[in-house]
C-alpha cells in the first residue's frame, strides 16, 4: 500500500495537480506514527528533498492550538527549492475546533507542491469536514492493496481480449462492499502496471473513499468503471 501512494503522490506532482491531504488511521498512536516517517523517507528519496523541507507536528499529548498549527502551516505558502515539501501533523484529534477550522483552507486547496500526512486513531473526534477534505488510508485494510489475482485476471482478460467473464461476475455474485472495494483496488493495481487509463486512478480513490464513508451502492460505482473502460 505504501508503494501505491508513493506512486500517486509522484504522478500527481508530475502532472502539477494539487495532492489531497492523506489521513493515516490506526492505533496504536505511535505505530501508524513509525509508519507515516517511513513513508516520508521514501517519498524524500524518491524526489530528492531535501530533509529541511520535511516539517512534523510532533504528538505531545497536548491540544493543538490556533495559534500553533497556523504557524506551523505557514509554511505551505513557501515555494520549495526541491520538487515538493512533506507536512506530517500527528495525532489530529488533539486538535480544538478553533485549530481545526483554521486549517480547512489548506487542506482543501493545498499549494501542488505540498504533501500533508496526518494521523489518528480513528475518525472520531475529527470533524467531519476535515475528513471530507482528506483521503482517508485505514491501515488494516492496506493488506487488500496487495494483488488479487482472480480479479486481476478477470480484468486482464476483459481490457485485452474483450471477455465478458468480468461483467458477468459482477453482475451473477452477490458481493460484499468489501469485495467491491477490493476489486476496485485491483483495477488501479492493474492500470498502474500497463500504465494505462491513469485519469481514471483519481476518480476511483475518490469513489473507494465515498464507499467507505457512505451508504452508496458500490455496484453502481463498479459498473461506471466497466462501461468507462469498455468506451475507451
Not at 513513508?39 to 500553533?68: A, C, Q, T, Y
Not at 512533506?86 to 484529534?93: L, V
Amino acid at each position: 500500500m505504501q508503494n501505491n501512494i508513493v506512486e500517486l503522490i509522484l504522478w500527481k506532482i508530475n502532472k502539477k495537480e494539487e495532492i489531497s491531504p492523506f489521513l493515516f488511521l490506526w492505533a496504536p498512536i505511535h505505530n501508524i506514527n513509525s509508519q507515516v516517517e517511513e513513508l516520508s523517507i521514501e517519498l524524500l528519496e524518491k524526489l530528492w528533498i531535501n530533509k529541511n523541507f520535511v516539517f512534523d507536528f510532533k504528538d505531545n499529548n497536548e491540544k493543538i492550538k490556533v495559534k500553533d498549527i497556523k504557524d506551523f502551516l505557514d509554511k505551505v505558502y513557501i515555494t520549495p527549492s526541491f520538487w515538493s515539501q512533506i507536512f506530517i501533523i500527528e495525532n489530529i484529534s488533539r486538535m480544538t475546533e478553533e485549530s481545526a477550522n483554521s486549517c480547512l483552507k489548506i487542506f482543501e486547496e493545498p499549494p501542488i507542491w505540498n504533501i500533508i500526512l496526518l494521523t489518528n486513531e480513528s475518525e472520531s473526534w475529527i470533524l467531519e469536514t476535515i475528513l471530507s477534505r482528506c483521503t482517508t488510508i485505514n491501515t488494516k485494510d492496506w493488506e487488500l492493496w496487495e494483488k488479487n489475482h482472480f480479479y486481476y485476471d478477470m480484468i486482464d482478460d476483459y481490457i485485452r481480449w474483450i471477455d465478458h467473464d468480468l461483467a458477468s461476475f459482477i453482475f451473477k455474485e452477490k458481493l460484499e462492499k468489501d469485495d467491491y472495494i477490493n476489486l476496485l483496488k485491483t483495477l488501479i493495481l492493474y492500470f498502474k502496471e500497463k500504465n494505462i487509463f491513469l485519469d481514471l486512478i483519481e476518480e476511483i480513490n475518490d469513489d473507494i473513499n465515498w464507499i467507505q464513508k457512505n451508504n452508496l451502492l458500490p455496484k453502481y460505482i463498479v459498473d461506471k468503471y466497466i462501461i468507462k473502460i469498455w468506451h475507451k
